[in-house]
Each structure stands twice: as C-alpha cells, then as structure tokens.
C-alpha cells in the first residue's frame, strides 16, 4: 500500500471536484500502454485510475459496450491521458458467473455496427493496431489485424502471417453481421463478481 505522498495519481483539480484527497493507492497489473493505480479516497470511494496514451479511447470503447449493456467498469472520469473507472472488487468465479459471463458477451455480440471496423485506430504496446473500416470480414482480418505491422515480427514469421492473410477469404465468411467486439478479451481483462450485473 501506499499513500499520496508516495504516488501522484490524480491531478489536484480533480480531487477538488471529488471534494476528497487520496487516502490509498497500490499498483494493478496493467496492459502494454497504460499504468494502473488502485485509489480509495478518503470519502470512502474507490476507483483504478489509468494513464496513457490511449486510455481516452478504451473510455469511449467502454461506453460502446455499456450502450449495448456489457458488464463493463463505468467511466467516472476522462481527461487527456487518465481515466478514473469504477473499483469492481473480485470473487472466486463460479459455474454461473462463467454462464452469466458468456450470456453478457453473446448480447453484445448480437449487436450489428453494420460495418468491419471501428471510429479509432488503438494499439498493443509498440504495435498500432489501424480500425479503419472495410468492405468485407476476411480484408478487415487480414489487412487490419495480420498485417497490421509485420515490421514488428521476425522476417520468416511475417512471411507466414501473409500467405495466411492472402487465404482468409478461403477460410472466412465474406460478410457476418458485424458485431461489436471486445478486442482485449482474456483471463486479465475479466473480473469475477459475487454479484454479476
């Protein structure tokens, strides 16, 4: 644990508009582009405040999938390069999480955005990640996830995602409805809840 003193997680301002100061942070495992804090204020209320380059477009692509009604962290605060979410404190996962978990992703799923693609580019660490829209499924995965950047793989590696690319139109259906996806789906991105919402 640590203190205010020790770590500078929220600017002064808006701790003023929180009518509170921090009374605990400690670091959580993060991602490739953001730092991540645990803070409790000393009102009681507690948040995971993320910084980075990028954390003001996770905000508005948790937004997407609260409309749909995801099970996602509310978005308290957004400013340039920090983002206040809501604290969701962790259970053992059980049977009906897990089916309560695969019924919320099947709902956002079933939504149709009617096109491949999304309003923002994002990135994995060093690696850009270009959401720009296309015309079909196999060119979205090929040109806009497996080649995305095959500057940042060993040459014989790169050589090999492209002929698999050059094949998606094989392997692909050409025009699935184009559901909202998560993008950042693994065990590191899921909280388990004793109450799932």
């Not at 400690?26 to 000393?42: C, E, N, Q």
Request: glycine letters at 6%.
């Amino acid at each position: 644990m640590t203190t205010r003193d020790d770590m500078d997680t929220l600017p002064q301002p808006l701790l003023d508009a929180f009518d509170a100061n921090v009374a605990e942070t400690r670091r959580l495992a993060g991602g490739d582009l953001s730092d991540v804090t645990y803070v409790k204020l000393d009102t009681g209320r507690e948040m995971v405040v993320k910084s980075g380059p990028l954390v003001h477009v996770e905000a508005r692509m948790l937004a997407a999938m609260a409309m749909v009604h995801a099970p996602v962290p509310e978005v308290i605060h957004t400013e340039h390069r920090l983002i206040c979410l809501e604290y969701l404190p962790e259970a053992p996962a059980s049977r009906e999480t897990w089916r309560s978990f695969g019924e919320a992703l099947a709902q956002m799923h079933s939504w149709d955005g009617g096109q491949y693609g999304w309003q923002e580019d994002y990135a994995f660490g060093s690696v850009p990640i270009p959401n720009a829209t296309t015309a079909s499924w196999p060119e979205f995965w090929a040109e806009r996830r497996l080649r995305a950047d095959l500057s940042a793989l060993p040459p014989e590696l790169a050589a090999r995602v492209d002929r698999l690319a050059a094949r998606l139109p094989e392997m692909l259906p050409e025009s699935p409805r184009a559901s909202l996806l998560h993008g950042d789906l693994w065990a590191g991105t899921c909280i388990s809840q004793k109450t799932v919402r």
